[in-house]
């Protein structure tokens, strides 16, 4: 079985500060990762993913994450905010082999504010 | 726009009756999931059909059922409904053929049952 742990519900923070949202997984098999981002009243959209090789991912508008295999671990960053990047963060899993369905975190609620 | 259509977006319906939501996967899209957003459960897998095949199953009731159609697109029943089925019900397709590839999310269906 797998699960996700987002350690942070609600993120408040000024523009062009940096962030980082924390993502922590746990699962029995190998399993690939992503962060989707919810506007209000919208779908969710990929920000990005890791599948295999390097740890370090880069995402649409300025988003980066880390994949730390030993810390199961998955680490969503952003150098800089900005007032359009306040919506609700979710980390997820898809494990091997298993279809491609999504193993979501309860989400983070990142704020950004003036 | 993502490419998948869900409808209708709102529904509001009242204990005890059935309601069919519909998805329309991307063009080319074979495989197709659905979800469910709520409050206190967060973002549930539901079920995965497959070119018309159901490939997965998550936390779905037995009220629940699900189909895709020939054409792809794909309709999840929901019946017996109880308060607690209120809730944001998302659809996402993917050309999923065995290893991991993005899933493209609707703008999901919002049911409150009264």
Same mark, same amino acid.
């Given at each position: ?17 940096? $962030? ?29 993913? /890791? ?5 370090? $991912? ?30 609700? /963060? ?5 494990? /091997? ?18 | ?15 005890? !009756? ?14 197709? +999931?659905? +979800?469910? !957003? ?29 189909? !895709? ?19 944001? +019900? ?25």
């Amino acid at each position: 079985a797998q699960s996700v742990t987002q350690l942070d519900s609600q993120v408040p923070v000024f523009e062009e500060a940096p $962030v980082e949202l924390r993502c922590n997984y746990s699962s029995s098999v190998s399993v690939y990762l992503f962060w989707y981002v919810q506007y209000p009243n919208q779908g969710l959209q990929l920000l990005l993913k /890791y599948l295999s090789g390097s740890t370090l $991912v880069k995402g649409i508008n300025g988003f980066e994450a880390e994949f730390n295999k030993s810390q199961t671990s998955f680490h969503l960053r952003k150098p800089s905010v900005h007032i359009s990047d306040t919506a609700e /963060y979710f980390c997820a899993v898809s494990p /091997y082999n298993q279809g491609g369905k999504l193993i979501f975190g309860q989400g983070t609620e990142l704020s950004v504010k003036p | 726009d993502s490419g998948v259509t869900q409808t209708p977006k709102h529904l509001i319906t009242a204990t005890g !009756q059935r309601v069919t939501l519909r998805c329309s996967p991307r063009s080319g899209d074979l495989s197709v +999931y659905w +979800y469910q !957003q709520s409050l206190d459960q967060g973002l549930q897998f539901l079920i995965q059909y497959y070119n018309g095949e159901e490939r997965a199953k998550g936390n779905i009731l037995e009220r629940f059922s699900a189909q !895709q159609f020939p054409d792809l697109h794909s309709e999840l029943n929901l019946s017996s409904l109880e308060l607690g089925d209120s809730a944001l +019900y998302f659809c996402a397709s993917s050309s999923f053929t065995g290893t991991a590839t993005e899933a493209f999310f609707g703008q999901g269906t919002r049911l409150t049952v009264v």
